[in-house]
């Protein structure tokens, strides 16, 4: 019964990260459209991979959002950087943080166990530049399979 309740709750977080991040990539994409003065097969290159970079400027920091709120599972989440590590007596790291509601959720729990996930969302990102193609502004004459 319980992996049923964690199943149905992990879809619904799921969705919510999946709206949440459709909406944004809508946002992005209207964005640069309304900026096109001419229609993308008319733009030069070096214009299209302009389009192209902002539109990944301005997903990029919606879909490690979206990351985060999926690989956290509704937990209480934030990023840190690591500060320092001492091994003496076990292992006391010193985290630092921007002073926020999720600082004062750390506080609470001082002298408690927590789980650390070290995750880097980046590592999701690297395929971007696969779809960061334009259109070359000179064809070949003989078609693409004789470039």
Same mark, same amino acid.
């Given at each position: 019964m319980n992996a049923q309740v964690e199943n149905h709750f992990d879809d619904d977080h799921n969705e919510i990260a999946a709206e949440f991040l459709l909406g944004e990539m809508i946002h992005a994409?209207?964005?640069?459209?309304?900026?096109m003065k001419v229609p993308w097969n008319v733009l030069v290159e070096e214009d299209q991979?302009?389009?192209?970079?902002?539109?990944?400027?301005?997903?990029?920091g919606s879909v490690m959002k979206a990351i985060r709120c999926i690989r956290s599972q509704?937990?209480?989440? $934030?990023?840190?950087? @690591?500060?320092? +590590?001492? $091994?003496?007596?076990? @292992?006391?790291? +010193?985290l630092k943080m921007n002073k926020d509601l999720h600082a004062h959720e750390l506080a609470d729990v001082a002298g408690q166990a927590v789980l650390v996930v070290l995750e880097n969302g980046?590592?999701?990102?690297?395929?971007?530049?696969?779809?960061?193609?334009?259109d070359p502004d000179n064809y070949s004459v003989f078609g693409d399979d004789h470039v």
């Open positions: 994409c209207a964005k640069q459209l309304r900026e991979r302009l389009h192209l970079e902002r539109i990944r400027q301005n997903l990029q509704n937990r209480t989440n $934030f990023v840190a950087e @690591v500060e320092s +590590v001492t $091994f003496k007596d076990g @292992v006391k790291a +010193v980046s590592d999701y990102m690297g395929c971007a530049g696969s779809h960061m193609k334009t």
